[in-house]
């Protein structure tokens, strides 16, 4: 089994993220309209920051009184709380890291060895990537 990470990464230009410094509102729209609910997040050089998920807004929502959608136009996600930010995994890392990530996240963020975010391995393709060598092993 001749497998590396490449056979499981969506590149980052096919992947949707966000910048660090968005407004709350800007990352609602996008969350809608992609229907995503955990999104990564990059600053301005590109680099891997964290992830937000919409558990992260709502609850800052529910905990701002008296929240109001001028407050969303205005205010950073960088300031809200990350209740269960995803780990990346970055290219130097051994591949079973990767699998142990996928197990307690949807996809894991990727980055080179200079943290740059350069995209998302989906526990979807790792899943079926061990289907497709269980089925060949069983045949």
């Given at each position: 089994m001749?497998?590396?990470l490449?056979?499981?990464?969506?590149?980052?230009?096919?992947?949707?993220?966000?910048?660090?410094?968005?407004?709350?509102?800007?990352?609602?729209?996008?969350?809608?309209?992609?229907?995503?609910?955990?999104?990564?997040?990059?600053?301005?050089?590109?680099?891997?920051?964290?992830?937000?998920?919409?558990?992260?807004?709502?609850?800052?929502?529910k905990?701002?009184?008296?929240?109001?959608?001028?407050?969303?136009?205005?205010?950073?996600?960088?300031?809200?709380?990350?209740?269960?930010?995803?780990?990346?995994?970055?290219?130097?890392?051994?591949?079973?890291?990767?699998?142990?990530?996928?197990?307690?996240?949807?996809?894991?963020?990727?980055?080179?060895?200079?943290?740059?975010?350069?995209?998302?391995?989906?526990?979807?393709?790792?899943?079926?990537?061990?289907?497709?060598?269980?089925?060949?092993?069983?045949?």
């Amino acid at each position: 089994m001749n497998v590396n990470l490449f056979t499981f990464l969506t590149p980052k230009s096919q992947t949707f993220y966000l910048n660090h410094k968005s407004t709350i509102r800007q990352v609602l729209e996008k969350l809608d309209s992609h229907k995503f609910s955990v999104v990564p997040l990059v600053d301005e050089e590109g680099k891997f920051v964290s992830t937000i998920s919409e558990g992260d807004i709502l609850r800052y929502i529910k905990n701002v009184k008296n929240f109001n959608i001028s407050m969303a136009e205005s205010e950073c996600i960088a300031n809200i709380e990350k209740y269960r930010p995803y780990a990346p995994f970055a290219i130097n890392m051994e591949l079973k890291e990767l699998f142990r990530l996928s197990l307690e996240q949807n996809f894991v963020p990727v980055v080179d060895d200079r943290g740059i975010y350069i995209g998302i391995v989906k526990r979807k393709s790792i899943i079926n990537y061990l289907y497709g060598e269980k089925k060949v092993i069983n045949e």
